[in-house]
């Protein structure tokens, strides 16, 4: 038995015959030409052919993973688009009269090495898109195609990596989970597969090679672990393990439709966490209250350009109304640090998760903004949506957003554009500073949402993106449990609700604390719903109250 280690991206197991997909790459030839002007119009044919394919791509996909991930598709649509890309095509051809195919293969090569060089991991999976773009379009100029060809009998997929097009074009009743060599949890692939809801594992490392097609194979999506030629042994424990996981699934379901109510009668509300529309039918499936946190950086990561009005306004429309009266409450855009999309232009800076991010972003660039507030405003009008502040440390930044928010309620107004000139406006508790003060702020804010995540980093001065002091990173730590018990105290002096929405929230070790405190609603992934509500049907708070509240 040969086992490879990777990183799991979508939870579940796997047993079956490995598929590796042997991607054909024809050979780009450079050769001189004698027509310019006939080579340009033969690239400017190809592109066509392919902004109509990614078109048909996301049409083809929408139904299936949702807006979000199908934007994809769009956003690889404005890649062939760019200026950079094409300016530097026909550069090529013109000016080094050379063939088009070995213009579109250096200009990619070049944009490719560009993003992997960066520092930020969104910006270097990027490389994956600017390969399947430029792949695309060679294959249409050289006639040839790259189409999984699956047997009927379900497999295992491997490959050294699956770009998107790939990915979303995958059968899922032929696919029993995917592997690649190479690959991230950040990748495009990687989120598809989350929304298809297939077993995968990426990262697997350069030992997954052709050469074990067809070897029986068991995948282990929780632990990332792949077993080449199992042993009965293995196959008997993940066999278990999928059984048990199917089991405990149908038990979960048997909450859907029950309240969030302790043994002892104390009630909490369970929301959802999303970062787009794209998986609105796992948090609809878990019985969410609602949407406690809606990530809308997500919009602006997921393109080249800022969107516009229409667009953000049209994401926000589709959540609210497929909430169908249920809370979203919408965090705006919390841009900076290790989220920097290109075309905002954000300084290099020495320490980005304490610099030019978030509200600060958003008091600095009131155009971008107002566009942002005048379409959450608008998409208010149809059900029941908050606004969010990330990052507030000061009670001014409060004030300063209220005052903005007033502007763009009174321009809809003038314009007769319909609205909601009553948003809530609340604020995340992240910032040690947020914590110290929130009796003050809660004088200016609806309601808190704490986030902790960035509070137990700045609170105990570890970066989690290090990896090499991640034993450090203790969101368990008596400082972090004292400064959110500190956060519920203030808040209920003025009347303000309290919520978390960070990883905490859903550390099942820790709600009958949280209960303890009086916390009012936890937001958590989709997926994590229905164990939360098992959890808080099945603890007696009254009983635990007093121990727990004592040790903080």
């Known amino acids: ?16 015959r490995l598929f590796f997909y042997r991607r054909t790459h024809a050979a780009v030839k450079k050769h001189l030409i004698a027509n310019p002007e006939q080579e340009t119009a033969r690239f400017w044919e190809a592109q066509k052919r392919a ?29 062939l688009e760019d200026l950079d890309f094409t300016d530097a095509v026909i550069r090529i051809v013109q000016e080094e009269r050379m063939n088009v195919e070995y213009a579109v293969s250096k200009t990619a090569a070049q944009l490719a090495s560009m993003f992997t060089a960066m520092d930020d991991p969104y910006m270097q999976e990027r490389a994956a898109d600017v390969r399947d773009v430029s792949q695309r379009i060679l294959q249409i100029l050289m006639n040839t195609q790259n189409k999984i060809q699956l047997p009927e009998e379900p497999v295992i997929l491997a490959a050294k990596d699956l770009i998107p097009s790939e990915t979303v074009q995958l059968d899922p009743k032929k696919v029993l989970a995917f592997v690649t060599s190479e690959g991230s949890a950040n990748s495009h692939t990687a989120i598809l597969a989350r929304n298809m809801d297939i077993p995968a594992i990426v990262g697997a490392g350069p030992h997954l090679q052709k050469g074990f097609h067809g070897a029986s194979t068991a995948v282990d999506g929780f632990t990332g672990e792949v077993f080449l030629y199992p042993d009965t ?13 199917e089991a405990h699934r149908r038990a979960l379901q048997e909450h859907v439709g029950k309240p969030n109510v302790t043994l002892d009668g104390q009630t909490i509300q369970i929301l959802a966490n999303i970062n787009g529309n794209a998986n609105l039918h796992s948090v609809l499936e878990n019985d969410a209250e609602g949407i406690g946190l809606f990530r809308s950086e997500s919009i602006f990561l997921e393109r080249d350009a800022f969107p516009t009005e229409e667009e953000q306004y049209q994401l926000y429309r589709s959540v609210v109304e497929a909430m169908e009266g249920r809370p979203v409450v919408i965090r705006t855009m919390d841009i900076g640090a290790d989220k920097t999309p290109d075309y905002f232009h954000l300084p290099k800076e020495e320490n980005p998760a304490l610099g030019y991010r978030a509200i600060r972003i958003c008091l600095d660039r009131t155009d971008i903004f107002k566009t942002q507030l005048r379409a959450i405003c608008r998409a208010a009008a149809l059900g029941h949506v908050s606004l969010l502040l990330p990052m507030v440390s000061s009670v001014w930044e409060v004030q300063a957003a209220r ?5 763009v309620v009174e321009e809809l107004e003038r314009e007769n554009i319909p609205h909601a000139a009553d948003v809530q406006l609340g604020v995340m508790i992240e910032t040690p500073a947020a914590a110290l003060i929130s009796d003050r702020l809660a004088e200016y804010a609806d309601f808190f949402s704490i986030g902790t995540n960035d509070l137990t980093q700045y609170l105990l001065a570890i970066d989690r993106q290090n990896h090499r002091i991640e ?37 099942l070790a820790m709600t009958a604390t949280f209960l303890a405190m009086g916390i009012d609603s936890l937001s958590v992934a989709p997926p994590l719903i229905l164990p939360l509500r098992s959890q808080v049907r099945q603890t007696d708070v009254g009983k635990l109250r007093e121990d727990i509240l004592s040790a903080l």
């Not at 038995?1 to 990777?6: D, H, P, V």
């Not at 005052?403 to 502007?407: A, F, H, M, T």
């Not at 368990?476 to 956060?487: K, S, Y």
Request: proline share 4%; net charge positive; glycine share 10%.
């Open 1 to 16: 038995m040969i086992t490879l280690k990777g990183k799991g991206v979508v939870s579940g197991t796997a047993i079956g």
């Open 51 to 79: 902004v109509d394919q990614l078109q048909e791509l996301y049409d083809n996909a929408l139904p299936t993973v949702g807006q979000a991930s199908a934007m994809i598709f769009h956003i690889h649509q404005m890649m």
């Open 233 to 245: 042994g293995t196959i008997r424990r993940i066999q278990q393990k999928q059984d048990e996981y």
């Open 403 to 407: 005052k903005i928010v007033r502007e």
């Open 471 to 507: 034993p450090y990173y203790n969101p368990h730590h008596p400082a972090v449990l004292r400064a959110i018990w500190m956060v519920v105290q203030n808040a209920r002096k003025h009347g303000v609700k309290v919520g978390i929405c960070g990883e905490l929230a859903g550390d």
